[in-house]
Structure formats: structure tokens, C-alpha cells
């Protein structure tokens, strides 16, 4: 499996791709559920293992809210979209068309729209995955996790076991125009071991 840390340009430059068309679809997906323009910046994707993610992510003790779904289909495995805590906060404000309040806590109908959000988003990165690799990828209901970043990482690394400890982490900053703000979220993909030799086969491009 760790083939995955040794890819080649060229095979990267292929997972990059699909993260991008991924995020594409995202950013179409978040205008058409906040009424904004929004433009997204190119992807960086990070192979790494999954205990070194959350400081990419958020500092270790910083609060985020995850949206954790379970990959089904010809592919198995986990996503997880984190964005860290203000963040879901504000894009919990922009979901509901509500003005910006600041701090505070994600009230019940934020943590609705955030799920449902992520729900759509990690979705949106699936299908181009399921189109480059040509199998079918289905997401389970979603669920959501508030709590510090590596709490939530370690519970999901944890879940999965010390032979798939490897994840995919695309960072996809997206612009949004008409309020002049920059939201950062995280795109987690933790295959199982099955699919990631499918994956691995898929951009042995040479």
C-alpha cells in the first residue's frame, strides 16, 4: 500500500485532476445552495498517513466540524469533509441565507444544513471519482461530528485499523464573489484495502 507515498508526476497529476473536477462540481453545488458566485482555487491533494493529518487540517485542539459518510458500491471505504469550526459556522449562515453573526455554536438547523451540505459536496468529489475510475460509488446517510480535530481524525483512524492508515486529503479553498470571503474546507478519502489497489491500479498510467 505504500506504493501510494512513491506515485509519479504523472500519476499524481491524474489524482490531482480528479480532485479538481471534483471541486468544480462542489463549487456549482454551493452556488446553487447559497445564491453566490463562487470560485474555487486548484486543489492541493496529500497522500499522508491519516495521524499526520489533523495539523494540516486545524491545530490538533482545535474544534471542526466533520461530515463522515461511507463509501458503498465498487469501492469501499470512508470520506470525511472537515472544515474547521468557524468556518462551518459561517457556511451554516450562508446555507440559511442568514447574516454573518460571528462566534457561537452551530445551532440545530446549521448542523442540518452543514450535513446535508456535506452530504452534496463529498458527493460531488465521488462521482468524479466513480467517472475516472468508470465503477460506482454510493454514499451512505451522512453524520456529523463537532469536536477537536484530533478527536474526530483519531476516532475515525481508530474505526478503521492500523492496515489502512493512509488517506487522500484534498485542500480546496473556495472564493465566494459576492460576499468577498474565502471558505477552506478538506476533503478526506480513507479507501479500505481492496480499493485501494483498485485505485492504485487505476493511475498506473505508464
Known amino acids: 500500500m505504500y506504493d501510494l507515498l512513491s506515485l509519479k508526476p504523472m500519476q499524481l497529476d491524474a489524482l490531482r485532476e480528479v480532485a479538481n473536477i471534483g471541486a468544480g462540481h462542489a463549487a456549482t453545488a454551493l452556488s446553487q445552495m447559497t445564491g453566490q458566485t463562487i470560485m474555487i482555487a486548484v486543489p492541493t491533494i496529500n497522500i499522508t498517513p491519516l495521524e499526520e493529518v489533523p495539523p494540516c487540517v486545524a491545530h490538533p485542539d482545535e474544534p471542526v466540524a466533520a461530515v463522515l459518510m461511507n463509501m458503498l458500491g465498487d469501492l469501499t471505504g470512508r470520506t470525511l469533509l472537515v472544515f474547521p469550526k468557524p468556518t462551518a459556522i459561517r457556511l451554516g449562515e450562508l446555507l440559511l441565507r442568514r447574516p454573518h453573526a460571528g462566534e457561537g455554536e452551530l445551532t440545530e438547523l446549521e448542523q442540518s444544513a452543514i450535513k446535508e451540505a456535506g452530504n452534496i459536496l463529498s458527493g460531488a468529489y465521488m462521482n468524479a471519482l466513480s467517472d475516472f475510475m468508470g465503477l460506482m460509488l454510493l454514499p451512505s446517510p451522512p453524520s456529523l461530528a463537532i469536536d477537536m480535530s484530533r478527536a474526530v481524525l483519531t476516532t475515525a483512524?481508530?474505526?478503521?485499523?492500523?492496515?489502512?492508515?493512509?488517506?487522500?486529503?484534498?485542500?480546496?479553498?473556495?472564493?465566494?464573489?459576492?460576499?468577498?470571503?474565502?471558505?477552506?474546507?478538506?476533503?478526506?478519502?480513507?479507501?479500505?484495502?481492496?480499493s485501494l489497489r483498485a485505485i492504485l491500479r487505476a493511475v498506473r498510467l505508464d
Do not use: H, I, K, W
Not at 162 to 189: H, I, K, P, W
Open 157 to 194: 483512524y481508530l474505526q478503521f485499523g492500523s492496515d489502512r492508515d493512509l488517506v487522500f486529503c484534498v485542500e480546496t479553498e473556495f472564493f465566494m464573489q459576492d460576499a468577498n470571503e474565502r471558505l477552506r474546507g478538506f476533503f478526506l478519502l480513507l479507501p479500505d484495502m481492496p
